[in-house]
């Protein structure tokens, strides 16, 4: 069966930096867009930034543009979040998702498969 499991959450300080990782398992890695979603306590679960299947071309919400990084491995079906810059308001746990496709989306309902998450607390 297909698994995403995310790691590298954790808390840190504002201004401090984090890169999470998701290992995919069960599935053709390099068919799917891979993607990062967040869900703060209560809001909605929320685009952060998706990646294409080659890695040529990567796609982020405004409020991360700059400071947040997608990249992925697919010799290792592996994604990735650099996250620099970590502000109060990045605080949320962070999912990985996965969508068969070749299109980008931001609709979460548009991904085939997600992650348990990882909590990413950052203290002011």
């Known amino acids: 069966q297909v698994q995403l499991v995310e790691s590298g959450g954790g808390l840190v300080q504002a201004g401090g930096s984090l890169r999470l990782s998701c290992a995919a398992s069960g599935l053709t890695f390099s068919n799917y867009y891979m993607a990062w979603f967040r869900q703060a306590p209560g809001k909605a679960r929320e685009f952060v930034a998706a990646i294409s299947r080659s890695g040529g071309n990567t796609y982020y919400t405004n409020s991360v543009q700059g400071r947040f990084t997608i990249s992925r491995d697919n010799a290792k079906n592996t994604v990735y979040l650099q996250m620099n810059s970590l502000k109060p308001e990045d605080t949320a746990v962070y999912y990985c998702?996965?969508?068969?496709?070749?299109?980008?989306?931001?609709?979460?309902?548009?991904?085939?498969?997600w992650g348990q998450g990882t909590q990413v607390t950052v203290s002011s």
């Open positions: 998702a996965a969508r068969n496709s070749g299109s980008y989306s931001d609709y979460p309902q548009s991904y085939n498969f």
